[in-house]
C-alpha cells in the first residue's frame, strides 16, 4: 500500500505530506483545490515524463516522494536485482523524483540513483491509475481482447499464434522478394556472382591480417633491429676492450688472490659464471641477426596484401570478420537466386504448412477467448447490476475474422442499460456515465486478477448522478478489501464510503495560493460532506451524518 505522499513545490503545493491507509481513501475538495496536483504527483512517481512548468512559480526545484509497503514483494524485488540494486528492505519502498528548473531531474529509489525507465517499469506493478477519460481506452477492440486474454490466461494459445503469424510472415517475405522484378533480379545476379568471386578469391583469413601486420612491422624495422644486435655481439665480444675480455682480465687480477684473501675464489667462481652468460648471450644475438629477415620483395608482398584487406573492409565491412559474413550472406542468396524455382517450390511447400499451423493455432485461440468469455461476461453483469443497472444485459461475441497479428477472430464487448433495448457494442453506447459505470465494474472485476496493490480512480464518477453514487461507493468499499484505493470524487453519496478521507483546499496568504490536505475525521468529515451536498449546517449537517451512519453498516 502506498503510505505517504509527499509534495514539494509543485504548482499551488509549497509543502505537502498526506498520509493514506488501508482500504478506501477518498479525496475530495472544491474544484481548483489541487486534487489534480496531487494525482500529478502520483504520476511522476509512477514514471511519468516531467514538465518543468509544474514547478511552482518562483521554484527552481521541487520533489515527489511517495512511500510503499510492500506485503508481497517478490516481484518488485525481482525487478531491482534485475537491474542491480538491492532489494527492499522489511518490504518499504521509497521513490523520489527531483525536478529542476534547469530541466536536470533525478529520480530515486530507496535514495539509489535510478533510469526513468526502471521507474516505469516498478509504476506499473505498484499503481494502476483511472482517470475521468480512461473509459475510453475500454471501447478499443485491443483492450477487450486484451482482458479476455488476460482473466482466461490465454498465455500459452496467444503466443502460439504469435509465432505461426510472425512464421508465416516470414515465409511470405521471402517468397515476395524471389518473385521480383526480373531486370532488377537480374543485375542483383550479376552483383552477387561478382563480390562472392572477389572475395572467394582474396580468402581472407580471420586472423590473417594481424599477422601480416606483424611481420610487416618486423620487416620494415629488420635494419634498425640488425644494427641494435651487432653492436649488442660487439660490446660482448668483438670491439677492443669488449665485455669478455673485461671479464677475462678481471679474472687473472682475482687469480693472483688465490692464498691471500678468504673470498678470492668465490669471486672466481662469479667471474666465472659471467663469463658464461656473456658468452649465451652473444650467442643468442648472434642467433636472432642470422634470422632476421630484411628482404624487400618480400615487403612490397606485404604491402599488396594488406591494401587488399583494407579495400576490401572499405568495401564490404568495417572488419574482416564483417565482411567474411557479408561473404556467406551474399553466397546464401545467390544460391537461392540461382536456384530460384526450387526455392520458390521449397518455400511455398513451408508456406503452406505455416498457414496450416496459423490456422489451427487461431482455432485454439478462439475457442480458449469464447470459452472464457462467457464466465468473464457473467460476471461483469454481476458487477453492473450492482451498480444501479438492475435490468441491464452484457455479453461479450467471439466472432471469427481474417488472420491479424493479434488472431483470426474479433472480440467484441456489448450492453443493453435498459428492459427492449439491443445488445450494442460499448463503442456504440452515447452516455459517458453508463460507459464509466462499466468500467468501474470491469476494472474492480479485473482487480482480483492481477496483484497490482494500489488503484486509483481518478472522478471516474463524472457524469454519474447521486442516485448511483451509493452504488459506485459500496462497490469500491468492496474492492478495497483486497487492495488499497484512492479515490478522487466530488459526489458526497461516494465520499461517505471511505475508510479514509482527505480534503484538499486552497488558502491565500501574502497574495500567493496555498493548496493544503487535511485528515477527516468526526465533525470535520461531517462539514465537509455536508458542503458536498450543497449546505454546510441544519439539514445539511444532518443529512451528512445520515449518510455516513448509512455507510458505516
Known amino acids: 500500500m502506498l503510505l505517504e505522499l509527499s509534495v514539494q513545490n509543485l504548482a499551488l503545493v509549497e509543502a505537502c505530506r498526506i498520509p493514506f491507509g488501508e482500504g478506501l481513501n477518498v479525496i475530495t475538495g472544491e474544484t481548483g483545490a489541487g486534487k489534480s496536483v496531487l494525482m500529478g504527483a502520483l504520476q511522476l512517481i509512477m514514471g511519468a515524463r516531467a514538465d518543468r512548468k509544474v514547478l511552482r512559480s518562483g521554484s527552481d526545484q521541487g ?50 540513483s535510478v533510469t526513468l525507465n526502471l521507474l516505469r517499469k516498478l509504476g506499473d506493478l505498484l499503481v494502476d491509475m483511472h482517470g475521468p477519460y480512461d ?59 561478382f563480390q562472392v568471386t572477389e572475395l572467394d578469391e582474396a580468402a581472407l583469413q580471420p586472423q590473417e591480417e594481424e599477422e601480416l601486420l606483424e611481420e610487416h612491422t618486423r620487416i620494415g624495422n629488420a635494419q634498425n633491429l640488425m644494427e641494435g644486435l651487432h653492436l649488442g655481439i660487439q660490446a660482448l665480444q668483438e670491439a677492443e676492450g669488449n665485455a669478455f675480455d673485461a671479464l677475462a682480465a678481471a679474472r687473472r687480477g682475482l687469480d693472483s688472490l688465490q692464498g691471500l684473501h678468504p673470498e678470492a675464489e668465490a669471486w672466481m667462481e662469479e667471474i666465472d659464471d659471467l663469463q658464461s652468460r656473456s658468452q649465451e648471450l652473444a650467442a643468442s644475438l648472434q642467433l636472432s641477426a642470422d634470422r632476421c629477415d630484411s628482404d624487400p620483395e618480400r615487403l612490397y608482398e606485404l604491402d599488396d596484401r594488406l591494401g587488399l584487406y583494407s579495400k576490401l573492409k572499405r568495401k564490404y565491412g568495417p572488419s574482416v570478420e564483417e565482411t567474411l559474413t557479408h561473404l556467406e550472406r551474399s553466397r546464401e542468396r545467390l544460391q537461392a537466386l540461382e536456384n530460384r524455382e526450387a526455392t520458390l517450390l521449397e518455400l511455398e511447400g513451408k508456406l503452406k504448412h505455416a498457414e496450416e499451423q496459423l490456422a489451427s493455432a487461431g482455432e485454439q485461440l478462439r475457442r480458449a477467448r469464447a470459452a472464457s468469455a462467457a464466465p468473464l461476461a457473467t460476471q461483469i453483469l454481476e458487477q453492473i447490476h450492482d451498480l444501479g443497472f438492475a435490468h441491464a444485459r452484457f455479453d461479450i461475441v467471439v466472432d471469427p475474422a481474417e488472420a491479424a497479428p493479434h488472431g483470426a477472430d474479433e472480440v467484441r464487448f456489448r450492453f443493453a442499460p435498459n428492459p427492449g433495448e439491443d445488445m450494442r ?9 453508463e460507459i464509466s459505470r462499466v468500467m468501474l465494474a470491469i476494472k474492480t472485476l479485473l482487480a482480483e486478477h492481477d496483484r497490482i496493490p494500489v488503484m486509483v480512480f481518478d472522478e471516474i464518477d463524472a457524469n454519474v448522478g447521486g442516485e448511483m453514487g451509493h452504488a459506485i461507493g459500496r462497490k469500491m468499499s468492496t474492492a478495497a478489501s483486497t487492495r488499497q484505493i484512492l479515490s478522487i470524487t466530488h459526489l458526497p453519496q461516494v465520499a461517505v464510503h471511505g475508510a479514509h478521507h482527505l480534503a484538499v483546499h486552497k488558502e491565500v496568504q501574502e497574495g500567493r495560493s496555498f493548496t493544503r490536505v487535511r485528515v477527516l475525521e468526526g465533525e470535520a468529515r461531517e462539514s465537509e460532506v455536508a458542503r458536498m451536498l450543497g449546505g454546510g449546517s441544519g439539514i445539511g449537517l444532518q443529512h451528512a451524518r445520515e449518510l455516513l451512519e448509512a455507510a458505516a453498516l
Open 63 to 112: 520533489s515527489v516522494q511517495a512511500l510503499f509497503s510492500l506485503r508481497e514483494p517478490e516481484a518488485i524485488n525481482a525487478l531491482l536485482e534485475e537491474a542491480g540494486f538491492p532489494p527492499c528492505e522489511e518490504g518499504e519502498l521509497l521513490i523520489r523524483r527531483v525536478l529542476r528548473s534547469s530541466g536536470s531531474g533525478q529520480q530515486f529509489i530507496n535514495d539509489e
Open 425 to 433: 457494442d460499448l463503442k456504440d453506447i452515447a452516455s459517458s456515465g
Open 135 to 193: 473509459h475510453q481506452s475500454l471501447l478499443l477492440p485491443e483492450t477487450q481482447r486484451n482482458m479476455v486474454d488476460a482473466v482466461g490466461q490465454s498465455h500459452s494459445e496467444v503466443k502460439r499464434y504469435r509465432d505461426a503469424w510472425v512464421q508465416r510472415r516470414e515465409l511470405r517475405s521471402q517468397i515476395d522478394e524471389l518473385q521480383g522484378d526480373e531486370a532488377a533480379m537480374a543485375r542483383e545476379l550479376d552483383l552477387l556472382r
